[in-house]
């Protein structure tokens, strides 16, 4: 299973970026899809996770509110919708997909068996 991650860049604080992690020719409508992200220095950590089955929805603290997650089945899509950014949000993002993650591990990347390439997400003015 090959994920394509996309959308990274370049944006000034209090900007937006959508990252897209794609998965052409395969179904992901039962897979739980995550998002982690690591900065420079320091270790890869949880962003977002949305679940296949009844779409339920997962963030960390620190982007509650700013970040929303989606899918779109029909397009063996997940989405990243990031506003308000900031600098500490400068990361490489990284989509990540499994069909077997349950509840209660949703935050944890070892649950997760497919992996994207990462894409860079940079905030400073």
């Known amino acids: 299973v090959q994920l394509q991650a996309s959308g990274g860049g370049w944006v000034q604080p209090g900007g937006s970026l959508r990252l897209s992690c794609e998965v052409p020719?395969?179904?992901?409508?039962?897979?739980?899809i995550g998002w982690f992200r690591q900065a420079p220095g320091k270790e890869r950590e949880f962003v977002a996770a949305?679940?296949?089955?009844?779409?339920?929805?997962f963030y960390a603290d620190s982007v509650k509110g700013r970040f929303t997650i989606s899918r779109d089945n029909a397009r063996n899509t997940g989405y990243l919708q990031m506003n308000s950014l900031k600098p500490e949000d400068t990361a490489v993002y990284y989509c990540?997909?499994?069909?077997?993650?349950?509840?209660?591990?949703?935050?944890?990347?070892?649950?997760?068996?497919?992996w994207g390439q990462g894409t860079l997400v940079t905030v400073s003015s």
């Open positions: 990540t997909a499994d069909g077997s993650v349950i509840l209660s591990s949703v935050r944890y990347e070892a649950s997760y068996d497919y």
């Open positions: 949305i679940r296949g089955n009844g779409g339920s929805t």
């Open positions: 020719g395969f179904s992901l409508d039962y897979y739980c």
